[in-house]
């Protein structure tokens, strides 16, 4: 794959963009706050990491396992999620019965696919902030700082 867009830097930073384009992905900040007791985000970020070092840093199973102090398994598992399956999922089409898919590396690997192409603008992050600190009723100034710099 070809990468279209600003993807460049270290790991850290990339596996931060697609671990918020996932999180956009599921229907944004606010949607997370719905959830409350998300245990799985831990699993979202170790994804996002795998996708990150396998893909455009060429790192092995082995490699990514050790690194991110996870099983080789695990990487396995990540690799192999059905994006299209967690699309279903999350739309409500697949019933647990019939999923049988790593979630968080589903996830992983659509949002660095769209991270890929440039679709994880500044304005998506900053609105999303937003949308974030008008749910938890943040302080006015950081929402009229947000809303500020999305219109400069």
């Not at 850290?12 to 799985?40: H, S």
Request: hydrophobic share 45%; net charge negative; proline share 3%.
């Amino acid at each position: 794959m070809v990468v279209v867009g600003p993807v460049r830097g270290d790991p850290d930073r990339l596996a931060m963009r697609v671990f918020m384009k996932a999180i956009e992905i599921l229907g944004g900040p606010r949607r997370l706050i719905e959830y409350r007791r998300l245990t799985w985000l831990p699993s979202l970020m170790e994804a996002c990491y795998a996708v990150v070092l396998r893909d455009l840093y060429h790192k092995g199973i082995d490699e990514i396992a050790r690194e991110l102090g996870i099983t080789e398994q695990t990487v396995r598992n990540i690799m192999s999620s059905d994006e299209e399956a967690v699309l279903k999922r999350i739309r409500g089409e697949l019933t647990d019965e019939d999923f049988r898919t790593h979630v968080a590396g589903g996830l992983a690997k659509l949002a660095w696919g769209e991270v890929r192409r440039g679709v994880d603008e500044h304005a998506a992050f900053i609105e999303s902030s937003r949308e974030a600190l008008e749910a938890v009723e943040g302080p006015m100034w950081a929402i009229r700082t947000l809303m500020a710099i999305n219109n400069f």
